[in-house]
């Protein structure tokens, strides 16, 4: 997805080169950020809105050569249906009043969430998630590039917005 000037909206800001979102965005936000293992299911997204009170999410869903589209003011469910509607694709998920993101790309081997950071440790602290995601990178089952990739991705999306961090794309594998 590239940016248009009707596209830069409160989604979008996150997202100026593509379908990755950029780390110096989230953190010029003031916001922090965290790896979580696998694709986020249904009953843990309805969980994060439930913890941050959000009452609706604007969705958006982007890929390679793929138009962008929208649902926007779901309720919680509706914007996880959508999520999985759309799991072939990206997909952000935005309770805005909460400051809080939820981005699910399209490999379904972690998600990001990025919010304030006293809302993330919140979310992360309240037990929705059932392991670490650094446990999960070091798994013996993706032993060798899956694993680094994993790494990688752990060390880009962990984001504090007071400190510096690495802002160079991953390579998949």
């Known amino acids: 997805m590239r940016n248009t000037?009707?596209?830069m909206d409160g989604f979008s800001r996150f997202f100026p080169g593509g379908t990755e979102p950029d780390p110096a965005a989230i953190r010029?936000?003031?916001l922090a950020a965290r790896p979580f293992p696998e694709y986020a299911s249904r009953d843990e997204i309805v969980a994060v809105a439930g913890l941050v009170n959000?009452?609706?999410a604007d969705c958006r869903h982007f890929g390679y050569e793929t138009p962008p589209g929208?649902?926007?003011a779901a309720r919680?469910?509706?914007?996880a249906r959508h999520a999985f509607d759309f799991g072939y694709l990206d997909v952000l998920i935005a309770f805005e009043a909460a400051r809080t993101f939820i981005w699910l790309p399209d490999h379904h081997e972690f998600f990001v969430i990025f919010a304030p950071p006293a809302v993330l440790e919140k979310i992360r602290a309240a037990g929705i998630f059932a392991y670490d995601y650094d446990d999960y990178a070091h798994e013996a089952?993706?032993?060798g590039r899956r694993s680094e990739f994993l790494i990688a991705?752990?060390?880009r999306y962990t984001i504090d917005p007071s400190g510096e961090?690495?802002?160079a794309p991953i390579a998949r594998p």
């Open 153 to 155: 991705a752990g060390r």
């Open 165 to 167: 961090g690495p802002d």
């Open 5 to 7: 000037g009707d596209e």
């Open 141 to 143: 089952y993706f032993a």
């Open 76 to 79: 919680p469910d509706e914007a």
């Open 54 to 56: 959000a009452e609706r």
């Open 70 to 72: 929208r649902l926007m």
């Open 28 to 30: 010029a936000a003031g």
